[in-house]
C-alpha cells in the first residue's frame, strides 16, 4: 500500500519537474508571432517602459524603431575569434538598442538551404554571392531596409544586385590578387618587387637563370582540390583582359573557352607544370596541399621565392614561423599589372523585414559601422567608412589597395552556380595533370558553364 | 481432435487483417523510410536542379536532349561518368577478387597454426578503423613530397632503395589502383572471418577420407573445401560487388575523386552537395540503385538456398 502510495508520489514529481522544465523554453517560442513593426514608427518610443535606455547617447546609432529585447536570428560561418571579432563590432549596436542577437554558426550550406525551405529562415544570413541569386525572391532589398548606398563603391553594389533589386551588402572581404614572398630573401639575392607584369615575368625568367624556383604552388585541398589554380588564372585575367572580362563569364557573355581565356591558361601551364618554375612541377603543383605551398616560400633554406595566395596567408605564416616579422621576412605585393582585384566577400542578406534587422543594416553600411569592423580587425570592410581606420599594418595595406582599385570581381567558380565551380577545378587539375588537352578542357568547362547559366 | 478444439485467442487466429497487423510496423517503417524516399528520388530525377520544374527545361538548344530523362542523359553519357563507371568496374575486378583471394588463402593459412586468433585478430584490425580514418592514414602513406624529404611511408621506402618517389594519388591509371589497395586492406578481414568460419563447418571426416585415400593438399583444398564452401564464397562475393558499388568514403577522403579515380557513389554526393543539382544526384543514384538490385536479388537467393538446406 505505502509502496503504491510512494511510486504515485514519485511518478507525480517527475511530471511536475518535467512541467517546469518545459515552460520557461515555451515562452521565447511566441516572440517571433509579433506582427513586424510599421516602418513608418518614429525612432523615439514614448510609449516605453521606464527600463528604456534613453535615446543613443550621442552613439550616433539609429535603432530603426528596435526596442530593447527585439530578437534577431543570424546564420553565419564565422567561428572562434572571428566570432570573438563580430560580436566586438556589433556591441555598440546591442547596446545602444538592446537588441538580442541569436547567432547560428555553421560551415554548413545545408543548414541555410532546409531552414529556408522549411519557410524558418535566420532573419539575417550573412553568406556567399551565389546564395543572392539563389533566394532572389526571398531577400529583402537593402535600400528597402534603409542601407547607406553612399558608403559602397559600383563594383561592390553590383555583385549584390539581382536583377535589378540590391539584395545583398558586402560586409567583409578578402583580396586574392596578392603575392607572397620574402623581403629579406629578394634582398640577399638581389631580385626587386615588380610593378608590372612584364616586369614579373622577367623576374621569374631571372630566378630560373639564377637557379631559384620561382613559385610555390599547391593543389590539394580535400574535395575543394584545384582552388589555387582558379584563382590564379583569374588573377592573370585581371592582367591581360581586366575586370569586365572576368564579369563577363560570369554572366555568360564571355565563354570560358574563348581565347582570353586559353592565354591565362597557357601563361599558368608554363609555370605550374614544370619544375624549373614550380617546387616539384606539375606533380608538386597537384599533390602539395595549398598551405604546404604556403610555407615552402619560408622555409629555411626557401624553397621558392614567391606564392600567389590570398590575404589568409599573412596569419598562416605567422602562425607557422612564429619567428618571422611582417614586413621584413615576410610581406607582399599585389599582382602586378592587375586591373582590378579578385576577392571574396561575405554578404549579408535578410530574409525578414524587422526594425532590429534595418537598425542592423543601417548600422554596419554606416561610417561608423566601417570605422568599427576596420578597428576589430576583421579583415576588410568593402565600406568606405573603413578606410584608415585599420589598425594591422598588413590591413591598412590591404584596405589601401581595395580603397584604389578599379574593379573588384568575385570568384569566378563560387559565383556561377550548380556545379560550374567544381566542373572549373577539376579541368585545372586535369591541364595540369596533363591527361587532357587544353581546348578539351575548356570547351568542357564552358558547357558548364552554359548550362548552369542556361545560356 | 482434442487437441485442436484447445482455446486460441482470436487475435492468433490467421485471419484476413491479423497478418497485416503483424507485418503493420515493419510495413510503416519501410514505408516511411525506403519506399518514399525511393519514390520521391525517382520524381526528383525527372526534375531539374532543384526540383521546381520538368527536367527538360534544363535542355540547351543545340545540344541532344533526352526530354524527361535529361538527368539520366548525364547520369549515363557524360564523361565524368563514364569514368565512373570504368572505375567502379575496376574496383569490383580488382577489390572483390584481391579480399576474396586474400581473405580464403588467409583463413585456410590460420586454419593450421597455434596462434590462429591473434592472425585473425590483426587481419581483422582494419574493419575496425572508420573508412575515413582508413583515408587519412593511407593519405600519409602514400603522401607526395615535392622536395626532397619524404613523408609518406611508401616514397620514403622508394627513395631509401634508390628510386624515383612517385605521386601515388594523382598519376591516372596508379591512383585507383592505389585506393583500391585500402579497400583490400579494409574488407579482407571480413572476407576472412566469414569464410573462416564455413572452412570451420567443413566435416573433418570428410578432409580425413580424402587423405586416407591418398589425395594431397592441394587436391583436398580444391576438391573438398572449397566446392563445399562455395555458397559461402558466393555470398561473400555479391557481399563485397555490393560494397564495391557503393564505395564512396576512401575516395572521398583520398582524392576527391579527381585525377580521373571518380566513382558513382562521389559524384552522386558532389551533384547533390557541391553543386546543389539535385536532378542529377536522383538520376545517379537510381541508375546506382538498378545496378545493385540485381547483386541484391542473387544474395537473398543465395541465403534462401542455404537456409533451405539446413
Known sequence: MSKRLWKVIVVLAGLALLIAACAPAATPTQAPTQPPAEPTQPPAQPTQPPAEPTQPPASGIDCMGAKPGDELTMLYQWSGQEEARLNEILKPLVDACGIVIKPESTRDQALLDTKVQAGTPPDIAFWNVAQLVQYQDKLVPMDVLGAHRENYADFFVQPGTINGKWLGLPVKADIKTIIWYSPAVFKAKGYTVPTTWEELDALVEKMVANGDVPWSMGFESGDATGWTGSDFIQDILLVKQGPQYVLDIIDGKVPYNDAGVKEAYEIYGKWAKDPKYTVGGAQGTLSTGFLDAIYKVFSDPPEAMMVRQSGFAGGEIARKYPDLVYGEDYDFFMVPGAKGLQGGADWMMAFRDTPAVRALVAYLSSDLGGANWAKAGFDLSPNKGATGNYTDPSLLKKGEMLANTQGFTPDIGDTIPGGFGKAEWTGIIEFINGTKDLDTVLAEIARVQAEALGK | ?310
Open chain 2, 1 to 310: 481432435m482434442a487437441k485442436e478444439a484447445a482455446y486460441v485467442p482470436n487475435i492468433l487466429r490467421q485471419g484476413r487483417w491479423v497478418p497485416w497487423l503483424y507485418l503493420g510496423p515493419a510495413l510503416i517503417l519501410m514505408s516511411i523510410f525506403i519506399l518514399y524516399p525511393g519514390l520521391n528520388t525517382l520524381y526528383l530525377s525527372f526534375r531539374n536542379q532543384n526540383g521546381s520544374d520538368w527536367a527538360y527545361t534544363t535542355c540547351l538548344a543545340g545540344q541532344p536532349c533526352w526530354g524527361i530523362f535529361e538527368n539520366y542523359r548525364y547520369a549515363l553519357t557524360s564523361s565524368i561518368m563514364r569514368t565512373a563507371f570504368g572505375n567502379n568496374l575496376k574496383w569490383i575486378l580488382f577489390m572483390v577478387s584481391g579480399t576474396v583471394l586474400l581473405g580464403l588463402l588467409i583463413a585456410t593459412l590460420a586454419d593450421r597454426v597455434r596462434y590462429e586468433a591473434l592472425a585473425k585478430a590483426i587481419i581483422f584490425m582494419p574493419m575496425a578503423i572508420s573508412f575515413v580514418g582508413a583515408g587519412v592514414i593511407w593519405k600519409f602513406v602514400y603522401d607526395y613530397g615535392s622536395s626532397q624529404v619524404q613523408i609518406g611511408l611508401l616514397n620514403a621506402l622508394i627513395t631509401s632503395l634508390g628510386g624515383r618517389p612517385v605521386s601515388w594519388l594523382t598519376e591516372p591509371q596508379i591512383n585507383t589502383l592505389a585506393l583500391i589497395v585500402v579497400g583490400i586492406w579494409m574488407w579482407t578481414g571480413f572476407c576472412m572471418t566469414v569464410l573462416s568460419a564455413a572452412i570451420k563447418g567443413v566435416p573433418a571426416e570428410l578432409l580425413e577420407a580424402a587423405r586416407v585415400d591418398g589425395a594431397n593438399e592441394w587436391t583436398v583444398f580444391w576438391q573438398i573445401r572449397v566446392p563445399l564452401i562455395l555458397p559461402t564464397i558466393a555470398v561473400v562475393i555479391t557481399t563485397m560487388i555490393i560494397n564495391v558499388l557503393k564505395i564512396f568514403d576512401i575516395v572521398y577522403v583520398m582524392t576527391g575523386g579527381n585525377y580521373g579515380t571518380e566513382v558513382i557513389a562521389n559524384r552522386l554526393y558532389i551533384e547533390m552537395y557541391t553543386s546543389y543539382n539535385t536532378g542529377r544526384a536522383a538520376a545517379i543514384a537510381m541508375v546506382l540503385t538498378v545496378i545493385i538490385i540485381p547483386a541484391i536479388i542473387f544474395n537473398i537467393r543465395r541465403f534462401r538456398a542455404q537456409e533451405a538446406m539446413r
